[in-house]
């Protein structure tokens, strides 16, 4: 989910400001002011757009930049990938019995929620699950009604699914009150819904389709630049006025990087080359850049889109650049293996997460788990660049990835480093009195990962480098007490600067992946205390919430459920204790919203 993962909805200019300067991500979804110089290109001799009432509504332009040559998709027969799923033995009577229970609680809550939204927030874009109001958080087009439809396929809920299809031409993408369309959310949620719901029910109803043309036919429209790099945060009304844009010089890595998996999708459904075409460009850019970046093999968290660099020093495979890397081997598998141009820029990813990012913690019980953090490039003086060990429930997806990424490119070795950043993920949640990672924590790292025992005084050393505001007289280890005690950090942590949970879906998709990859039972046991401690913390009346301190175990709700909830963190508790074959890895592909696309076949 781009930042990416995953949502970008973060409102305060307080905690943006503070995570700039910490070198803390944002998160997916957090609405950062863009400054976007406009094109001065010539308008076309009549306007594209139509006006109802006060209602600007978009209708099919003349572009500015057209293309005059598509770059086709690769029409070579597709290649044999390696499996990913284990191959699961027939359980017992008693397994599967246990499985089912805890399938149907899963359930139960995804109910709960959805009867909320149906009953409160219909055709709006959220529930707001305190006050039982809504939100319009994704120009107002019914974001969690379509972000839920394969979700209700997946479940089993027929009655429910049929009635939000009725629902669908009542949703009109030709007009917003937004002013400005955030096109890597609308992809993700909106085109990605429909085509995985599309592909989950074997294009049983052409209305998915359709409306996945019009939404990706609006913003086509954000493409039509002189460098066709998309403006990311879409004026689309200077757009349907006839007006020229401009990509921004300051877009956030994973709204440019994480659209290639829908616009294929939607090229090998239609036929129309267009959608290919537009991402491939891109593709192309990031790959020719690669290796030329401050941290050669990783791209930025902000890129120059308009004058095409990478020139930001700020590296992080967590918020604002999340999905990006996770497209590598899924857009790889989208496309049959018919290029190994993923391939190439996947291995070029991996050499610098190993030897740049991966840091192993200090753990009370000496725990092996790995996580990634953050580095701020010193180009002039390489010996003084430090690694900051951040990590975010975003970063979480990086355990599948690298699951994913090991099975299919065929690189084993690096199962066990998929199999211990899930783990860490999951140490993450156990070690927190509620049960539930936090949004963001600092983590004291190992001086040696090979030779790693718990050492208190680097603990306490750390806590005081990172949280003492000023020096002071009494002793060092009381003063680190102290300050353990005020911040409340379990043993290894020495700051959570947001201890926040917003229902989000990152942990238990790698959880899920890499049961998936290994049939490892453990792994659906750490999945089982994830859930009922988040179903326990979150419920309301309405719906499911999310909540201000993860630290607190009457930690306030707040109000709000972002459309993730339903479509990917309840839907990949779901999977887990869902049969194997239910959405299969080695027959789909999950795009960042959990929407699964049909792989190409051998047949194919």
């Not at 085109?191 to 719901?197: C, D, P, R, T, V």
């Not at 927190?432 to 005084?457: F, Y």
Request: proline share 6%.
């Amino acid at each position: 989910m781009i930042f990416s993962r995953r949502s970008y909805l973060l409102p305060t200019v307080i905690l943006i400001c503070l995570t700039y300067s910490l070198f803390s991500s944002l998160p997916p979804g957090t609405k950062r002011p863009h400054s976007h110089a406009h094109d001065n290109a010539q308008q076309p001799t009549s306007t594209s757009a139509s006006s109802v009432g006060d209602r600007i509504h978009w209708t099919k332009q003349s572009e500015h930049h057209p293309i005059e040559e598509y770059i086709p998709l690769p029409t070579a027969v597709p290649s044999a990938i390696p499996k990913i799923q284990y191959e699961f033995p027939r359980e017992s009577w008693v397994a599967g019995w246990r499985r089912r229970k805890r399938q149907n609680a899963v359930k139960k809550a995804f109910q709960h929620a959805w009867k909320g939204y149906r009953d409160n927030a219909w055709l709006r874009d959220e529930l707001s699950p305190l006050s039982g109001r809504h939100r319009e958080t994704f120009a107002g087009w019914a974001a969690t009604l379509v972000d839920s439809l394969d979700s209700l396929v997946i479940m089993g809920m027929t009655k429910e699914f049929e009635e939000a299809l009725e629902a669908l031409d009542r949703i009109d993408f030709s007009t917003t009150h937004a002013l400005q369309i955030n096109i890597f959310e609308t992809n993700i949620r909106y085109l990605g819904g429909f085509l995985g719901a599309y592909d989950l029910t074997d294009g049983k109803y052409p209305i998915l389709l359709k409306k996945a043309t019009e939404i990706a036919d609006m913003i086509y429209g954000s493409f039509d630049t002189r460098n066709r790099m998309p403006q990311s945060r879409w004026e689309w009304t200077r757009s349907a006025e006839g007006h020229g844009i401009m990509p921004g010089k300051q877009t956030i890595l994973a709204e440019l990087g994480s659209l290639s998996l829908e616009f294929t999708r939607m090229s090998q459904l239609t036929k129309d080359p267009k959608y290919f075409d537009a991402i491939q460009r891109i593709t192309d850019f990031f790959e020719e850049n690669q290796g030329l970046t401050k941290l050669p093999g990783l791209w930025p968290m902000m890129v120059n889109a308009q004058d095409m660099e990478f020139s930001d020093p700020r590296f992080t495979i967590g918020g604002m650049a999340d999905s990006t890397y996770e497209y590598l081997p899924k857009e790889h598998m989208l496309l049959g293996a018919q290029t190994d141009q993923y391939r190439r820029m996947y291995d070029s990813f991996m050499k610098a997460l190993k030897s740049r990012l991966l840091f192993r913690p200090m753990t009370k019980d000496n725990r092996d788990i790995l996580f990634a953090g953050n580095v701020q490039a010193n180009v002039i003086s390489p010996s003084r660049e430090r690694l900051d060990p951040q990590w975010e429930h975003l970063k979480c997806f990086l355990g599948g990835t690298v699951g994913i990424g090991a099975k299919v490119f065929d690189r084993p070795e690096e199962l066990s480093i998929a199999r211990k950043l899930a783990d860490g993920c999951i140490w993450a949640y156990d070690i927190m009195p509620t049960g539930i990672m936090p949004e963001i924590l600092h983590l004291s790292a190992c001086r040696d990962p090979n030779d790693c025992k718990w050492d208190e005084n680097k603990w306490y050393q750390d806590v005081r480098h990172r949280l003492a505001k000023k020096s002071s007289s009494e002793n060092h280890i009381k003063q680190a007490e102290s300050l353990i005690e005020t911040y409340g950090l379990p043993p290894g942590v020495v700051d959570i600067p947001d201890p926040k949970y917003h229902l989000r879906p990152e942990a238990i998709e790698s959880v899920f992946i890499l049961y998936r990859i290994t049939g490892d039972t453990k792994l659906q046991d750490a999945a089982w205390r994830m859930f009922k401690n988040i179903e326990k913390m979150t419920w309301t009346h309405f719906a499911h919430a999310a909540i201000a301190d993860v630290r607190d175990l009457e930690s306030p709700q707040l109000d709000y459920m972002e459309s993730f909830w339903l479509a990917e963190t309840l839907k990949y508790f779901y999977l887990i204790f869902s049969e194997p074959d239910v959405v299969n890895l080695d027959d789909y592909v999950l795009n960042t919203e959990a929407h699964p696309f049909r792989r190409p076949s051998l047949q194919s």
